[in-house]
C-alpha cells in the first residue's frame, strides 16, 4: 500500500492517479474525502496523531507532501514519527529547489531542512524532491486573463525553470515504485529559464491573443497580502523569494527529469496549450 498526503493537491492528486493506473494499491489521505482522486481514502490531519497512524496502517511507502506554512516542520515531523512507527519501508519528500542554500527562517530555502534531515535520520529508505516553481501558479492569472486585464509581475526578468507538476508526479511514481532512486535528492526543473514576461508571450501566444504584465513592486504586493489577511510570516518568506527571483533569478535546469524518467521535460508551452481551456 502507498499512502499519499496532501492527495488533492496538483502533485498529490496526479501521483495518485498515475499509481492507480499501474495498478498499484494507493491511500490517499485528506481531511475531505470525498476529493479523494481514487483509490482507499482516509481521513487524517498533521495535527492529529491518532489519524495519521490510522492513515499509515498496513502502509510500504509514502509521498510526503506536506503543506507549506508555518507549521511545516511540526507536520514534516509528525509524519516521519508516524511512518517510523507503522514500519514503512520508503518515504519520498516533496520538498524545493535551494533547500538548504539559506539559514534564514524568513527564507523559503530553509523552512524544508528540518523535514529532511529527520528523513535521512530515521533509518527509513528516502528520497527527496526538490521542484522548481510549478507551471500550474499560472493559473492564478487566469481571471486576468479572461478579463483581459494585465497580468501582475512581482519578478521583474528574473528567470526561473518554471516545471510542469505532471513530470514531478511521475518522477514521484518512480522513485515510490522502484529502489533505483533511494539516498537521491532530484532538483527538478523544466527545460527553460522562463521570466513571467516570457511565460505570459507563451500564454498569448497559444491562446492567439495579445497580453500584458504589469510590474507590482514587491512591498505594494507584500502590503495587499497582510491586508487581505494573509499569515505575515508567509508574507515575509514570498517576498524574500520574489527579491531574489527579481535580483538573481534561478540561473540553472536540471537533467533530473531526462535521467529517471528517460524522455525530455514538458515545455511550459505545453503545459499551457494542455490546459489553454483555463484562461479561456
Known amino acids: 500500500m502507498i499512502l499519499i498526503t496532501g492527495a488533492t493537491g496538483a502533485i498529490g492528486s496526479q501521483t495518485a492517479r498515475l499509481l492507480l493506473e499501474r495498478g498499484e494499491a494507493v491511500r490517499s489521505m485528506t481531511r475531505d474525502p470525498s476529493r479523494s482522486p481514487g483509490g482507499e481514502a482516509v481521513q487524517a490531519d498533521f495535527e492529529d496523531p491518532r489519524s495519521l497512524r490510522r492513515a499509515f496502517e498496513g502502509v510500504s511507502a509514502a509521498l510526503l507532501l506536506t503543506g507549506f506554512g508555518g507549521r511545516l516542520k511540526e507536520h514534516d515531523q509528525a509524519m516521519i514519527e508516524a511512518a517510523g512507527a507503522a514500519g514503512v519501508k520508503k518515504v519520498v519528500k516533496l520538498s524545493a529547489i535551494g533547500t538548504g542554500d539559506s539559514d534564514d527562517p524568513g527564507d523559503a530555502r530553509s523552512w524544508h ?124 518568506v514570498a517576498a524574500t523569494g520574489w527579491t531574489m527571483l527579481k535580483e538573481v533569478g534561478w540561473p540553472h535546469l536540471s537533467d533530473a527529469v531526462q535521467s529517471v524518467l528517460g524522455r525530455p521535460a514538458t515545455s511550459y508551452e505545453s503545459w499551457v496549450r494542455d490546459h489553454r481551456a483555463a484562461f479561456s
Open 113 to 236: 531542512v528540518p523535514g529532511e534531515e529527520a528523513i535521512k535520520a530515521s533509518g527509513i529508505a528516502w528520497t527527496m524532491l526538490r521542484p522548481a516553481g510549478f507551471a500550474s501558479n499560472s493559473l492564478g492569472w487566469a481571471a486576468a486573463v479572461r478579463s483581459g486585464g494585465p497580468i501582475p509581475n512581482f519578478t521583474g526578468d528574473g528567470v526561473q525553470p518554471v516545471i510542469d507538476p505532471r513530470d514531478v508526479a511521475a518522477v514521484a511514481v518512480a522513485a515510490l515504485t522502484t529502489s533505483a532512486h533511494d539516498s537521491r535528492t532530484y532538483d527538478l526543473t523544466g527545460p527553460d529559464l522562463l521570466s513571467v514576461p516570457a511565460q505570459v508571450s507563451i500564454l498569448a501566444k497559444v491562446l492567439g491573443r495579445p497580453l500584458e504584465t504589469v510590474e507590482i513592486p514587491i512591498e505594494a504586493a507584500k502590503e495587499q497580502m497582510l491586508a487581505s489577511g494573509a499569515d505575515p510570516s508567509l508574507v515575509a
